[in-house]
């Protein structure tokens, strides 16, 4: 494997050594609560997370951008809207952010629906998630369509979002520390002949094996020339938990 473990220094770089930032990833998803409408069109522009970590404050996400039918969404379908990596810790609040392109369909007519002005700079929503290291979760935003789509009594129709939000761990991960440091170990999570997931030590010993599927492992060791090749086997992981395999000393 020590040809693997050269190409893995050549693409991952060594620049990534020594970086002490702890990371999750985080998918946020869109689903609805049922409605009783033909059809419930919503302009989706941006989507904002508030992270209580690292530097802090709101961060903007790449979004997947456009208008999405809600009623598709029923009856636990949902569709992806983001993805990022953030500072493990809390996070607080989400910001959805419409655009003016709203619409209702009733009885086969479409029907504009109105955002009211003191949403234009985006819809906060509470969160209050602890994502751990490594761990990959995702955020659902639950759109009421029945309450959030308002008649006016007028004939026309007012969008006034009722979102609830829920989250829920989607992987577990494997952490630990190698001796010595120095050997600069390529790290691999195996079940049967599949690698679920690779990284390698940096200059302290460190290693996180992230996003991995609940189940049994074994966590293997591919150092750099010089040092023996090592299996630490029966490694259980769990979703939402890190599994701390302790010291592992490499001859």
């Known amino acids: 494997m020590k040809k693997l473990w050269l190409v893995m220094v050549a693409a991952l770089g ?10 999750a990833r985080l998918e946020i998803r869109l689903t609805d609560a049922p409605g009783d409408y033909e059809a419930v069109y919503v302009d989706i522009q941006g989507v904002e997370i508030n992270s209580e970590s690292g530097e802090g404050g709101w961060k903007q ?8 039918n809600l009623i598709k969404f029923r009856n636990g379908m949902d569709t992806l809207l983001a993805t ?8 607080s609040q989400i910001r959805l952010k419409l655009g003016n392109d709203n619409t209702v369909v009733i009885d086969g007519v479409t029907k504009d629906l109105t955002t009211p002005s003191g949403q234009q700079s985006g ?10 290291e490594g761990i990959t979760y995702k955020l659902w935003l639950d759109f009421d369509a029945a309450r959030s789509v308002v008649e006016t009594g007028s004939g026309k129709y007012n969008l006034k979002p009722v979102i609830r939000t829920f989250s829920e761990a ?16 390529a790290v691999f999570a195996i079940t049967g002949v599949d690698t679920v997931a690779t990284t390698y030590a940096d200059e302290t010993g460190k290693f996180v094996l992230s996003g991995v599927p609940e189940g049994t492992y074994t966590v293997s060791f591919d150092p750099k020339e010089g040092f023996d090749p090592f299996q630490k086997t029966g490694v259980s992981v769990s979703n939402g938990a890190v599994t701390d395999v302790g010291v592992v000393a490499l001859q």
Do not use: F, M, R, W
């Open 61 to 68: 996400l790449e979004v997947n951008k456009g208008i999405y």
């Open 170 to 185: 989607q992987s577990g991960a494997i952490k630990g520390v190698v001796t010595p440091a120095e050997s600069l170990p």
């Open 123 to 132: 819809l906060k929503l509470n969160v209050h998630a602890d994502l751990l």
């Open 14 to 23: 060594l620049a990534a050594c020594g970086s002490d930032e702890q990371t």
């Open 84 to 91: 990022a990596i953030l500072p493990a810790g809390k996070i």
